[in-house]
């Protein structure tokens, strides 16, 4: 479409390093409470869109020939640089402290003062060396995840052309304040919000901050109401939007953090993440630990001064040791490792994390809050139908501007040439054309309006590029597209005679037709496409009149040959609808809140199946008056939200939250930043996403592809699994020694095992193993289960039964063991260093236990987790190492196991994994009857 000149277009532009006379304050960052300078607060909060311009030129005093320098300064001291606010990256130290701030670290931290404060610095310095470990894996990960995708702020980081002294000046965009009169043309960023002043074909891309695929034309005349949505008002155009087409002037009402964008920039900044489901998981979780273990150790404290008559001193000490030795010092390490291993997978399937929490909560989320535009769909306008004049209709294949597909009738390929009306419907689409789209360095490149990029993908898909058609067909004039006009058209020189090509509105291009009688039929035609979603054109063709010349602005054309409609839509993108359809498998709900129009969304709604009628669509303006208790019943039954606005998106992820969901959100826009942040689970698009979002966001897409988030459940639901699994490992066996412990204290034995043997047992051979079973792949049926309900606790039911049964048979078992050592002459020495290696033995059996909450260790090959089976040997060999070693000798207090001892041991050792097997069969009857 065509471009035509300016008031300005002859003005002198000044030189491009034209400089106010004084920096501005560094004002915009988040530090502390200094979020924006009191000045930017000040800015006017009107709504321009509805005033007068005389209203908004004086309110602003602004003057027609801009400002002069020292004006210009003053303002920019005013009202500081034009910058969005945002967090500055975290610094390392931060990071590695942040791996601190978790209750169960705080736990294991006291437990190292503790065990100081009796003398036990072998103790505490295994509990530090943990804590350490653990700060430097989860540290380095955060931090590598941090450099990979920390968002930079470039919305705004562009040049700007401003009227200074009466002359056309380009100034870095930072330097633009309010009042300033910007000049703006095709493919320039907009730099700040804008009231027009003056506009010639001027088409705005504001899909980033409206979440609608299309461009808008705009209108300087347009007035409206206050509560008309920002995708409406045809007289602004706001900070961060592109020009795609057109040249305009406008007056500068809003600069920096007071801009539409900055304000939701500052939503980000200033707003609190939701909760991961880990997090909440783990807080419970630590709780309860910590409950269980004070309880025990007071107990068996109490049952040692009491039944054994020791003193209240000696049996505080060792309550206080076997709680440090009972607490899963080995958790936060392998949980850590669990997580970065989820990471890592996920990076293999295009989930980049940024924070490694976040792994596990994609696979819990219950509910998928999903932008439209560049995340179900492709953002890029595709022609999908030709109605011909002659009543044919041709599908076309293929997404974006990519023209890889093809022509079918009636599901059959066309070969070019093949049908002579779809060839000239297809000249016309070409000739008619301001767009360029070249295949370089392997990928295809656009410049120009959407529509006729898409036209051009049309083409060569029959076989018309643009540059050979205008070789064989020169243009020798056209009239450009205008909103007044409502169509463009191209004159040709064709053989002896020159023809016409028009493309535009439907009822505009019949108009200038000959055949009048069918007028009513080709616009039923066109609004029953728009009623399907699609953007509508008509295309039509005819001879120019003879006295035409190059010189002169041609008449509007008449006489026309109709050719017929073009029905365009962004499609969806490749594997969408099948990902769907696997989120509603896998139990989670997918909610559509775009800010496109009603129609569209109902089309792509219908089209993936979340929506059949047109009650299951609501509009942001029918959310105005809700109330949040309104508000959640509604988000509980509709699935599709159009035309809401950034404030109302984020009040619908709220609303779904309170309502009991775990809730991702996903999105590329400015305008998805806000609910990104609120969000339980963040998603951000990689590639087309802007850095807003992914600032927002915990986790971006490095394809953007809606499909990619299926993957990320999975393996955040695998990695939930390894976490409960290893949990599973650490709390039974911690467990089993309180129940060894406790029947000893009872039974008036000595003690089973001394704290260093506990501690060995806890961080070396178990630790090696628990950090081994975080590297479990998946069993397989993760996105066939229904995702965890989100107020259940990691000590479930299943836990809980699983748990007891766990450390009743060790424990047991064990003590037994000791017991009879003790009274078949085994020396107190060696009984402990027999029921220290048939403990070890319990752990190597019970790892197989932990592989799986239902299905049995002898279908759970040992193969299909090689890091297992090493590390399960590793333990093992270090043991055995310790215990035929000198050194390992002196630190444990252990002696060499003759091969009897070794063959009264191992089936003993065995009777842990019967006893899970039946508890499993027990479990599987039970839940199936259910």
Not at 614 to 620: H, N, P
Request: charged share 20%; with cysteine; hydrophobic share 45%.
């Amino acid at each position: 479409m065509g471009r035509v000149g300016m008031p300005f277009a002859d003005r002198k532009v000044r030189g491009r390093s034209a400089r106010s006379s004084k920096a501005g304050k560094s004002h915009g960052h988040v530090n502390g409470k200094d979020i924006m300078p009191s000045a930017i607060r000040s800015q006017e909060k009107r709504p321009w869109h509805s005033l007068a311009l005389d209203v908004v030129r004086a309110s602003l005093r602004a003057s027609e020939a801009g400002f002069g320098s020292s004006e210009a300064a003053a303002r920019l001291e005013e009202y500081g640089p034009n910058q969005l606010p945002h967090r500055l990256p975290p610094s390392w130290w931060q990071i590695v402290l942040r791996q601190f701030r978790s209750p169960l670290i705080y736990i294991l931290g006291l437990a190292a003062v503790v065990s100081l404060a009796i003398d036990e610095p072998a103790d505490a310095a295994f509990i530090a060396a943990v804590l350490c470990l653990n700060a430097a894996i989860g540290g380095y990960q955060e931090w590598r995840a941090e450099q990979n995708a920390q968002a930079l702020q470039k919305l705004l980081r562009v040049r700007a052309t401003v009227l200074r002294d009466g002359d056309v000046s380009e100034i870095d965009a930072e330097k633009v304040v309010p009042g300033d009169i910007v000049c703006l043309e095709s493919g320039n960023r907009v730099p700040a919000d804008l009231r027009l002043l003056h506009a010639h074909g001027l088409e705005v891309d504001e899909s980033l901050l409206t979440g609608e695929s299309m461009a808008v034309t705009k209108d300087p005349a347009w007035t409206g109401e206050e509560n008309v949505p920002l995708g409406d008002r045809l007289n602004m155009t706001y900070a961060g939007s592109t020009v795609t087409h057109g040249r305009a002037e406008g007056i500068a009402v809003s600069t920096g953090a007071a801009t539409h964008v900055g304000q939701l920039a500052l939503d980000v900044v200033e707003s609190r993440g939701g909760k991961s489901p880990l997090l909440e998981r783990m807080e419970r979780f630590t709780h309860v630990i910590a409950a269980a273990v004070l309880s025990a150790a007071v107990v068996v404290g109490a049952f040692g001064v009491l039944l054994r008559g020791q003193s209240i001193s000696e049996m505080f000490l060792f309550a206080v040791a076997l709680a440090v030795s009972a607490i899963p010092e080995g958790l936060p390490v392998a949980m850590t490792v669990a997580l970065a291993i989820g990471t890592s997978r996920m990076a293999k399937r295009g989930v980049i994390v940024r924070k490694l929490t976040a792994v596990e909560g994609l696979g819990s989320c219950t509910l998928i809050a999903t932008d439209k535009t560049g995340t179900l769909t492709v953002n890029a306008i595709t022609t999908r139908e030709a109605l011909l004049a002659d009543g044919r209709t041709i599908e076309f294949t293929g997404e974006g501007f990519d023209p890889a597909g093809e022509a079918l009738l009636d599901g059959k390929p066309i070969e070019p040439g093949e049908l002579p009306p779809l060839e000239a419907f297809t000249r016309a689409a070409v000739l008619c054309n301001e767009a360029d789209l070249h295949y370089t360095n392997g990928s295809w490149t656009s410049r120009g309006d959407a529509v006729d990029i898409a036209f051009l993908a049309m083409g060569h898909k029959l076989g018309w590029v643009h540059e050979k058609a205008l070789a064989a067909h020169p243009q020798v004039n056209e009239i450009p597209f205008e909103s007044e006009r409502q169509y463009a058209a191209t004159f040709h020189q064709v053989n002896d005679c020159v023809h016409v090509y028009a493309k535009g509105a439907p009822e505009r291009i019949l108009d200038m037709c000959a055949e009048s009688d069918f007028k009513a039929a080709r616009l039923a035609e066109a609004e029953a496409l728009a009623a399907r979603g699609f953007r509508v054109l008509a295309l039509a063709q005819g001879i120019a009149p003879e006295d035409l010349t190059p010189d002169h602005s041609p008449p509007d054309p008449q006489g026309l040959e109709f050719l017929g409609l073009a029905g365009m839509i962004d499609p969806l993108r490749p594997g969408v609808r099948d990902a769907v359809e696997d989120c509603h498998d896998s139990g989670v709900g997918v909610t559509m809140i775009t800010g496109d129009h009603r129609v569209t969304a109902m089309a792509i709604a219908r089209e993936l199946g979340m929506a059949e009628h047109e009650d299951q669509v609501m509009t942001g303006q029918e959310l105005l008056d809700k109330t949040p208790e309104e508000l959640r019943e509604i988000v509980g039954r509709i699935r599709v939200f159009a035309r809401v606005s950034p404030r109302q998106k984020l009040e619908i992820v709220n609303a779904a939250r309170e309502a009991g969901h775990f809730v991702a959100v996903t999105g590329d826009g400015v305008n998805d930043a806000p609910a990104l942040r609120s969000a339980n689970i963040g998603v951000a698009m990689g590639k087309g996403g802007t850095d807003v979002a992914r600032e927002a966001a915990e986790l971006v897409l490095s394809d953007d592809n809606f499909a990619t988030i299926v993957a990320g459940i999975d393996e955040g639901r695998v990695a939930y699994d390894n976490i409960r699994k290893v949990i599973y490992l650490l709390v039974s066996t911690g467990a089993a020694e309180l129940v060894l412990v406790l029947l000893s204290v009872i039974a008036g034995t000595p003690l089973p095992l001394l704290p260093v043997q506990l501690l060995w047992l806890n961080l070396v051979t178990n630790g090696i193993q628990d950090v081994a079973l975080a590297f479990e792949p998946s069993e397989g049926d993760t996105l066939r289960r229904k995702p965890r309900p989100p107020k259940e606790r990691i000590f479930n039911r299943l836990m809980i039964e699983r748990t007891v049964v766990g450390a009743l048979v060790i424990g047991c078992v064990g003590f037994a063991a000791f017991y009879w050592m003790l009274n078949n002459g085994w020396t107190e020495l060696s009984a402990r260093n027999g029921l220290l290696l048939l403990m070890v033995l319990f752990e190597n059996v019970h790892i197989g236990n932990c592989r799986s909450e239902t299905k049995s260790a002898f279908v759970m090959s040992p193969f299909r987790s090689p890091i297992l089976m090493a590390g399960t040997v590793a333990a093992f060999l270090i043991h055995v190492a310790a215990v035929y070693s000198p050194l390992g000798q002196r630190m444990l207090a252990t002696d060499p196991v003759s091969m009897l001892q070794w063959l009264t041991l191992v089936p003993l050792a065995l009777t842990v994994l019967a006893g899970i097997e039946i508890h499993k069969w027990l479990w599987k009857r039970r839940t199936v009857s259910v």
